[in-house]
């Protein structure tokens, strides 16, 4: 005779899971987040980093893609989990679990970007000028920062930020401005075609009055790749 089923009961309460997303840009030099202004309580009224609930039969980085689409309206962009944040009281409603991660929005894809869902309005802030977020966003926005700043040395990660064609002084803007200091220029630009990630696209551009600068582009654009 088969074994009547056994029905088990969980003594522990299940905790919310949350997907929260650091986005990146360069605007006009600068290194630059793009912030929610919360509709609903708590921290109504606030500024936030987009995000939202896990649904139950989601997997975590579909539900960071849903939501960065949801609440913003950008889609089809680098995206890569940081950290997990579990502090107990880090939410007001209940205990929740924010797994997090950081998106790269290049430059010439700054579509205007639009407020849905639950944000009351969403807009591009400059990383310097960072005031305190709801939740704990602030500490998840500087962490994401460092993460970004530290692989400068070992990946590719900064070219996510740049358009098709480049020049070698607007890919080295990039980097200054994610550092947020000056680089030697002599330097720069031996160390970047000594790795042979990029490529001449054959054409010149001129801005201003300095002679026209050659063109470039990354040899593999859909992937961040390891430096050796």
């Not at 960072?130 to 500490?139: G, K, P, Q, Y």
Request: glycine share 4%.
């Amino acid at each position: 005779m088969r074994a009547p089923e056994t029905t088990f009961s969980y003594p522990y309460p299940h905790p919310a899971v949350t997907a929260d997303v650091v986005v990146f840009t360069i605007r006009d030099g600068r290194l630059s987040i793009l912030l929610i202004r919360r509709a609903n309580p708590p921290y109504q009224g606030d500024w936030a980093l987009p995000g939202g609930f896990l649904d139950i039969d989601e997997d975590l980085d579909a539900c960071a893609a849903r939501e960065l689409a949801e609440e913003t309206g950008i889609s089809g962009v680098y995206l890569e989990q940081l950290y997990t944040f579990g502090a107990t009281h880090r939410d007001p409603r209940e205990r929740v679990i924010s797994v997090t991660y950081y998106a790269l929005v290049p430059q010439d894809a700054l579509a205007t970007p639009r407020a849905a869902s639950d944000a009351a309005e969403v807009g591009w802030h400059a990383f310097d000028d960072l005031t305190s977020l709801a939740f704990d966003h602030t500490e998840i926005a500087e962490m994401a920062h460092r993460r970004l700043v530290a692989k400068l040395d070992y990946s590719t990660i900064a070219f996510q930020f740049m358009p098709e064609a480049f020049t070698l002084s607007e890919l080295q803007c990039v980097y200054e401005a994610l550092r947020n200091q000056p680089l030697d220029k002599r330097n720069f630009r031996k160390r970047i075609l000594s790795l042979d990630l990029i490529e001449e696209t054959g054409r010149k551009r001129r801005n201003g009055k300095h002679r026209p600068a050659r063109e470039y582009r990354v040899r593999h654009p859909k992937r961040v790749e390891i430096i050796k």
